[in-house]
């Protein structure tokens, strides 16, 4: 069974930084492409950030950019979101996403090419 599960959400003041992890479990993260998503209350989902199978690609939304770093270990299953000078409009629930039909090199933030997801962990960015 494939499974997601984020970690590492928390309330941090603006400015702060938080790092976020993504296990997975059920199935070999070798074969994912991964991407992060959020989601802010009364606000449509989000995606920000993907990082290929392969690794050699990661994207960011221009919402994030210089400022938010994703990062896989194939090795300990688990993808990471390095998130500096955090602002107060990060907040969300933040979600990892699976994807497998897509090239080595390749990633995308649109949803629909994801069909395994984590439950969530809570970002609250606030004085």
């Known amino acids: 069974q494939l499974q997601l599960v984020e970690s590492g959400g928390g309330l941090v003041q603006p400015g702060g930084s938080l790092r976020l992890s993504c296990v997975v479990s059920g199935f070999n993260l070798n074969d994912y492409a991964i991407a992060w998503f959020r989601q802010a209350p009364g606000k449509e989902r989000e995606g920000f950030s993907c990082?290929?199978?392969?690794?050699?690609?990661?994207k960011y939304a221009d919402s994030v950019k210089g400022r938010f770093t994703i990062s896989r270990d194939n090795a300990k299953n688990t993808v990471y979101l390095q998130m500096n000078s955090l602002k107060p409009e990060d907040t969300a629930v933040y979600y990892c996403?699976?994807?497998?039909?897509?090239?080595?090199?390749?990633?995308?933030?649109?949803?629909?090419?994801?069909?395994?997801w984590g439950q969530g962990t809570q970002v609250t960015v606030s004085s």
């Open positions: 996403a699976a994807g497998r039909l897509m090239p080595s090199s390749y990633c995308s933030a649109n949803g629909d090419l994801y069909h395994s």
């Open positions: 990082i290929s199978i392969s690794g050699i690609t990661t």
